[in-house]
């Protein structure tokens, strides 16, 4: 059976579009649509021009081939469907500007501003417009974000849209399913730590920026990790308080403040120190001699024409010789790297 993939940067980078959509206002509907990103109207020159002709001729292609796919047609490749960006008329993109000049001013807001955005009302995602060409190759404002009504006649709102359904259950989703991970899965208050990675993502979700990134799946992940570890500290927090009271009334207090205790005493740790005795290593100048016994060894089974590898018997042990470790000569514990996740069926590093 095939595995179905509940979620993908692809469909979350379509449903965050759509999102983003509702707050916005366009002359046409398919001025909607960018096909590239730049920071500022100078960068719009032959160079990015020419890429966003590629860009929306991939995506034309990739257009093309799923609805001959949807409509029922078989054994087609996706070369079959492969649109040149030559054929594609630069009066017909579209540029995504990021800027800030439509965004109303708000000296209150910071009292040492450091960003552009710091000189400007707070808005739930980076402000953008959007761009085209006309015949006599001037730019023309086709949409801005955060707009209600025309382009000369509206006016600046950030409240009146919303996210689609479709991307808040993707939320949803995200937080079930990273509540069930062997590492959080195990706590009582699973459900509290879901709860707030929700609202955290309905908060923060829209601030996503394409032009920086294509990976919203990283984005919204490390955010949900975030949230749980915020909701284990204060946990922790109430849990450290709870058992001070319940030591000062000279009561027993948890299973984990009882073995923190039993851990932390001199006589534990003189213990775990002795438990193993004393830690020796081979050394090195006997380490060398049998090294060169064996490889004696081996040279003559090569001219006997035998191939078999040398084996260490128990004799040649007798050769090593050993010394006591000192304290401060041992090294810390290699721990394993936890940075690689399988969430969903794909691994993610963070």
């Given amino acids: 059976m095939r595995r179905v993939k509940y979620l993908n940067n692809r469909d979350l980078l379509i449903e965050i579009h759509k999102s983003k959509n509702t707050f916005n206002s366009f002359i046409q509907d398919d001025c909607s649509t960018f ?21 929306k001729a991939k995506k034309l292609t990739q257009l093309a081939w799923e609805t001959a796919k949807i409509g029922g047609q078989k054994k087609i490749k996706l070369t079959d469907f492969t649109i040149s960006p030559r054929k594609i008329d630069k009066l017909d993109l579209v540029f995504r500007v990021m800027m800030f000049d439509h965004v109303p001013k708000d000296a209150k807001r910071k009292r040492n501003p450091k960003t552009v955005a710091d000189h400007h009302v707070k808005c739930n995602f980076p402000p953008f417009q959007h761009y085209k ?25 950030c409240h009146h849209g919303q996210i689609t359904t479709n991307l808040a259950k993707m939320y949803m989703k995200l937080c079930e399913r990273y509540g069930t991970r062997a590492n959080w899965r195990g706590y009582t208050y699973n459900d509290e730590m879901q709860s707030q990675a929700l609202m955290q993502l309905s908060q923060i979700g829209l601030q996503f920026d394409e032009s920086k990134s294509e990976n919203p799946f990283a984005y919204y992940t490390a955010a949900i990790t975030n949230s749980f570890t915020r909701i284990l500290n204060i946990e922790k927090k109430n849990q450290n308080i709870r058992d001070d009271l319940l030591e000062q009334e000279h009561m027993m207090p948890s299973f984990t403040r009882q073995t923190q205790n039993q851990t932390s005493s001199p006589t534990y740790k003189k213990y775990i120190a002795d438990m193993h005795g004393p830690v020796t290593v081979a050394t090195k100048s006997s ?58 069926g794909k691994v993610k590093k963070y």
């Fill in 133 to 157: 060409l006309d015949k006599k190759g001037k730019l023309i404002c086709v949409g801005k974000s955060h707009w209600v009504g025309g382009m000369s006649n509206g006016h600046f709102n």
């Fill in 287 to 344: 380490i060398k001699e049998l090294n060169r016994k064996l490889k004696k060894e081996l040279k003559n089974k090569k001219n006997n024409k035998n191939d078999d590898e040398t084996m260490i018997n128990h004799d040649d042990h007798a050769l090593l010789k050993y010394r006591k470790l000192k304290e401060g000569e041992r090294k810390p514990l290699v721990k394993r790297d936890f940075s690689v996740k399988r969430v969903f």
């Fill in 35 to 55: 096909d590239i990103i730049v920071p500022s109207l100078s960068k719009i020159n032959v160079r990015t021009i020419a890429l966003a002709k590629k860009n």
